[in-house]
């Protein structure tokens, strides 16, 4: 079992969005303890509920079940900080009050692992079978497929193994196969759309699984490091979406790109010259935030206790490394334009 999650006064007075006085800021609470201790943690959970009072907002109201926006976290190699960038963003934009639903898409499941869970000792459901047991018309529960991380479902997780590799020898079989998760996600809605943001940790491979993953996205978040062998991979996926792009533009389908820079270091040249060159190759598709190289980020993992390994913001939330997560995160709250309870709150 993963310990609690919460975090301190002045980091949860910043993802509520809240700026007034710290007796204030507790009222919003109902905690039994509204003194003016520093040392209380707050939850994702009570800064959901924290902002909705602030703003007025009844979250029982709902006009809208549809599927939310996918972050789709892709690259066409591996080593890219991909995962830690999938796994970060979660683990922040749960603590800004969203409900978040994450999907390990990678048969190498280091999503799955970066949150404790052991997927070679464990009872796996992994989205492949998911989807193969809706195209065979067979029973299927995803709540039993769900490992919830933070309480109230703010932060859950459809965990992967090596067995989801095995996904496209039966999607091959399929017709329109690049659309079966999208067609997999609106027959469910009733369970996606509670959610207000599902990211994805895609395979580095380009198969059929990733692609019917883009297929369900409108945007891809690219995340590249600042290295030549990541722009040359970048170009491959460049390629890869504008292939479908291609080939379904005539369904009213059309992907774009977002692209996040990992593993900046101010003293090597070569990251300033990778730097350069993806915003001169791909102009406006770069974000602002320019994610450091920082040992915090190799400290994640557990070697030896696995259940205590957690992101950069569980771990070392007063880190460089946990800033940039977070800057990055109210960033893409406006890049995919999410909603909390029907409402922008950005």
């Known amino acids: 079992m993963r310990k609690a999650v919460g975090v301190k006064l002045k980091l949860a007075k910043e993802f509520v969005g809240f700026d007034g006085k710290p007796a204030d800021f507790r009222a919003l609470f109902d905690k039994n303890d509204k003194t003016d201790n520093y040392h209380n943690l707050y939850s994702a959970q009570d800064i959901r509920s924290a902002r909705l009072k602030l703003h007025g907002i009844d979250p029982s109201i709902t006009n809208k079940r549809i599927i939310p926006p996918i972050i789709n976290c ?178 009213g389908f059309h992907l774009n790109v977002h692209i996040v820079a990992n593993g900046y270091h101010p003293s090597y040249s070569s990251c300033k010259e990778s730097l350069t060159t993806l915003v001169q190759s791909y102009p406006g598709m770069l974000n602002n935030v320019i994610i450091p190289h920082s040992t915090s980020f190799m400290r994640q993992i557990e070697l030896f206790k696995e259940e205590d390994s957690g992101t950069v913001l569980e771990r070392e939330p007063n880190s460089m490394a946990a800033r940039s997560i977070i800057d990055l995160a109210r960033s893409l709250i406006k890049e995919y334009q999410l909603k909390l309870a029907d409402n922008y709150l950005i």
């Open 74 to 251: 892709r690259m066409a190699k591996g080593g890219t900080g991909k995962t830690t960038i999938c796994g970060g963003i979660a683990t922040a934009l749960s603590l800004f009050g969203y409900k978040v639903l994450m999907i390990d898409g990678d048969p190498q499941a280091s999503l799955t692992g970066l949150f404790g869970i052991n997927w070679a000792t464990e009872d796996i459901t992994h989205i492949g079978e998911l989807m193969f047991k809706y195209c065979r018309k067979e029973n299927y529960d995803i709540n039993k497929a769900i490992w919830p991380i933070y309480d109230g479902g703010m932060l859950d997780l459809i965990a992967s193994d090596i067995s989801l590799a095995n996904s496209d020898s039966w999607l091959m079989s399929l017709s329109n196969r690049e659309f079966t998760f999208k067609k997999f996600l609106d027959t469910n809605i009733e369970f996606f759309y509670k959610y207000d943001v599902i990211l994805i940790d895609s395979a580095p491979s380009t198969n059929l699984l990733t692609n019917t993953f883009m297929c369900a996205c409108t945007k891809i978040l690219a995340v590249v490091w600042l290295d030549g062998q990541s722009l040359k991979a970048m170009q491959v996926l460049a390629a890869n979406v504008d292939e479908l792009n291609n080939a379904f533009e005539g369904m």
